[in-house]
């Protein structure tokens, strides 16, 4: 039976066995390099419900290839501890029972140190069971497993950064001396974009997430794309015109949980005796007026749109306008913007940009089969869509097809917008 | 400055004065009608958060009416009483403050006959402005009245259906003797739909909502379409297959709602001694299998569609396929199915249908302009839209571009299900 | 077996069963009385878990004497109505399951009406089985369901004041225009108490609770306690002082409780344009300086002696001050204080008093046996004692034993304060 | 101004200068000793809000003695982390703000080695202010801050159970193999009492807190007092009578906890197939049958002696019955019984016994001035008294004065129970 990310690729497609075990340990590498910056504290614990502790992230991936690789690969398996399978499920109730997710950060045995072997271990079998015999249903899994691991690398570093903002020493994940300041935003703008009958999703030729497909066709009337995103600068002034404060401005779930939670700001501004800061994972910082605004919610970007009399981007009509966009930005810790003046340099390597399209599946979509189906189509409710990436996106895993997506009041993803209009 | 109701109708469309002074007159009996099942404790319980007690529906719609059109209208505009602008203000924070919605239950005074006594003063008034040399914006701002006192109708009956049925006595708000029995369910079957390019939306040759425009196109993929809604028999094979308890039919957000709930049958469903029994506005009454499943979440009927190999067509699937269907169903307390073999009789006046679109703008909508552009555009996050009628829907309110919508955990409304899939 | 209260009486003070018919007679009839001034809405309301609404408190209080007097005295006994069991049973698990009791106000069905007819049914039944042949056990649960009910009279005024004050029409329960000011207030002091071996607690010659028995020696230091009652002008300097803003005056529950209500002033205060109102039976009244301050919780009272250099008296020292003081109050719905000099003349028909007792047993207390033995000894936890009674509190209801009790956070009882302290 | 530990003891009964460093040396090093099991991890996370990590006791202790010793003693006082006087600050409002209780487990830094250099750094200056000509005041603050760290030591083993308790793997604090099984119970038997006119509370020769004083009269009646504690076969008993399920045993409160939290049996017990065990500081252990239960909050204490048809002691009736006990037991990580005939052995050293009294002021007590004033005095509230001490208790701390106190509901603590009834 076809696995899900066999189905989405056409044979020529796939990467062959020896590719796939280099990529598995330049991406299984990677993991254990962001969490190198990390003390045990920091990777034990857990600072919200949405939130997980870096030890569980690093134990969880593993999981994932030690239950959908190697209990299915090797003849003769067993499992490295019996308590792993309960405790790293995240959430796949077709596995069995998972631990609590509230309580992940609780688990302070197994150590770090024995996750780490934990990950050692499974990545020897995997190793082993990744011959250049291996059929294509064991490759398509272990690509999957490394996509899935990439979108958990941008998760701990979202997560850690979390639970270093509510520590008041305000300690830097790396590097506090980093300068993280832009040199100038580009020029902001309109591009006209036609609209009419485009197709969307996934072609296929390369992996993607079964929430990509079905390629598909959609109607759009002619609309006009911002050529940049907005800037702290912007925001600023949405803040002093009240834009906080002015429930006209917001939708109605979303005035109830500014009013709930008292949100002033963007989630990690600071503001120390009338200045404005922003906590990066390079420690308390300066607010750099000409960076992209980052980490505010879908309930923000909405109400900033109201008030700059535009509105967000359908998922549609952002892919169609990007399509061709050069998709290969640098890592960085933080978002600088796009000095330049090509129109939509920021298009990736940003940060996440919030659609007015809610995360629905896609005309013929149907999730993956088996276990791994619970992957993505169970979470099409109640969520928004973000296009695009940040600059923590783990190079390679960004295209202009993904969905990424989060529930309207979340901000604590690199998400930021870019403003629409009709034509 | 045009007023929404007007910016969506040809002057040729609009009722004359003398035709709306009838309607008025119509509408505002109907609604005292509704009430006069009611004791003064009735009308004036709030029995959840979401509903609102009959006394308080009876004042906002009069309020709406004080507000957007005597305000406007008379030049020596006295408030009938000081303390109704906020304290029957729902949610318009255009107007100004509103007194806490889950309070609203605890207004005892003034009494049931002191908010008669409002209305009737309020009749009066409106019905004198509304001479025949009243302008387009007055005419288009009454008209908006009356839907929207039509809408408050629906929720009396939602709201006191809900009240008396937290009440161990099993009270009926009408003729506890009433047949809810249908003679049998019409034969199931799939219609095939093409698809294409399709419009969609209020043409604006009559009365609808902002929500409902502009009209605007959208393109379909070849689908399917039940000619039936899901009846309750259907719903019992659900329950017996183990549809309450398997997390894999669910949306992730529904399983949480499912588990933390404990749902185990639609709302209303009582299981006494083994035999199902269904709570009515007739009161307790057995279950009848023929007649369609009535209150059920949109997670309910997500997982229902999921375990029955299908899906929820989406708004544009729905509109398009009974665009042509009559519209004009007769009234009753609780839904009776449609007996007969025409495929589709039960689009209107039965329940109202979930669709697996969520509530967002379409292209092009704006708001209207003022205080009520408040009416749809805010809520248009996190909720899911539903098509058709409700047996309790006003005569005279239903259309095919209607555009009804609650969260998806919400099952108070007369909300069912037809099923959709891919051709 | 003897009942509770018959265990508490020699027999020479019970009462005969001629003057207890007349006593029922206007002990039931003083609760009607009562509920005349409110309409349907007002008795059907609840305005908060800790209230109940009038209509409840009528069917409860019948309740009691068809459970405990009609159940057992009529051997051809049939339930007025099955459900009311459940519905009217307040807390006795040993009777079977009770009705939630945050949900008692949405029962808006059986109507006022009914429930008065439930009240008359019983009053006839109750009569009828009171004859001059009655036993003895029969004679005191009688007896016990009328204390049973003026508790109840005076806990309906307690929740009809917090229904109407939530109504932001101000609304009075009687008589608005009544003078509600006090001519003066006594002149403070403090009267010395020698302490020693002191006897406490309930004689045995007539009526008590289970609570305030066996009489009991207990040995207190020599202390001080003040002759008159706080006011409101001195509860007027606490506020000015910062003593809602200070928390090194407060206990540490009570300091939460503070900051998590933002608590400013005692419950019924009302800061209108800078001038302090407080709501009252009688509607909004400015406040009146001279009277006794009241609706503080028992937070509020410590934090204010505290503040004031002194504390609150035990139950013991209190009991023993103040053992010979007249307890014949006038009945009044608010209180004026006592303008008079004597000393403790405000001991009783005032307000209750705080103190710094936990509600707890006495030595050698044990509950009444069978399902009345609930009445009082389940509560002895997390409860604070007050003593004295209120203006409320019904005639012939008062005594110096009397054990009132709520929790130190509550305060929407008629309670105030009387400061002691160390000799 | 004398500090509060002067005013309590007689100049002869102070330690000296030099007693007090080995004290000091002592006490510090023996919290060190008892996190020298904990991994880093384990020292950070806080499993509860009841609880504290591991790594904030030692922590916060330090910063009593910088706090309350080294800025008054030091003239050329500096904070060694001006942060750590908020983030250290348990709940002392006379010295600043604190940092949140319930986020203490998200400080990851400082690290673990961080703190335990805070440690060395305040023990060398204290140890430098703390020479022999150290005033009286001096020394008895660093002799209460050392009591104040003995009770802290007790806590960190009580929160790391706890924590340990959540884990699904069971892992032991210590040495999982340690037999923690009793020989044999102590046979149970009733100690008869005189009662009286009997003298409570500190003498004032040694060192105690200010809530053991003043030493003052009490008057008790004759009573009975168990010469055993509760054991787990006893408690099997109740629980098998339906202990738990009977609402006619609880106090209402405890009613509504037991249902609310679905008790089932004391905190740390787990039922594996039909037999009990137990989660002890030594890992997962059967059940010993013979050892007192322990972890049972004042709910279930009190429900038992109601079952038992007992009742549980007052302060002064444990106080007087066991004044002349011998109290220096042994340390141990669970409570094992004392096998011995001797009445009473037990009353130390195995687990804290809840009492019917609520924790409240003795006659004549007022709180030590200044910011230490907020030891005791404030929880003055809503708490529950416990006598004795346990098996965790540090050497040296336990004293037949001390009064233990937590919130009825909590059972984290080691505690037990000893019967008591009426002569």
Redesign the interface.
Known sequence: MATPAQRLMPTSARPTAAALRDRFRAVRGASEALAAAL???????Q?MPDASPA?WHLAHVTWFFETFVLERAESDFRAHHP?FR??YNS?Y??IGRQ?PRP?R????????DEVLAYRRAVDTRVLAVLGDDADAALLATVELGLHHEQQHQELLLMDIKH??S????H?AYADATAQVAAASAATGGWQDCAGG?VELGAHGDAFSFDNETPR??????PYRLATRLVTNAEWCEFIADGGYTN??L??????ATVSAEDWKAPLYWRNLDGEWFEFTLHGLQPLDPHAPVVHVS??EA?AYAQWAGA?LP?EAEWEAALADQPCAPAFALHPRGSAGAQPFADAFGQVWQWT???Y??Y??FSPAAGAVG?YNG?????QQTLRGSACITPSGHARVTYRNFFY?QQRWAFCGLRLAC?A
Request: net charge negative.
């Open positions: 003390s045990p504290e920091d990777a034990c614990v600072s030890k308590a309960e405790l959430y109730n077709g631990f309580q950060g609780l688990i302070t045995r197994p150590s770090l639970l270093l509510v520590n008041p020493l300690p009958l598909h066709r959609a109607w759009l009337e429930p006209l917001w939708l109605a779930d979303g005035w879908h309930f909405d509105r359908t007015r399209s809610a629905l599946p005309p013929g619970e169970k979470f099409m409710s109640n309207p009709d």
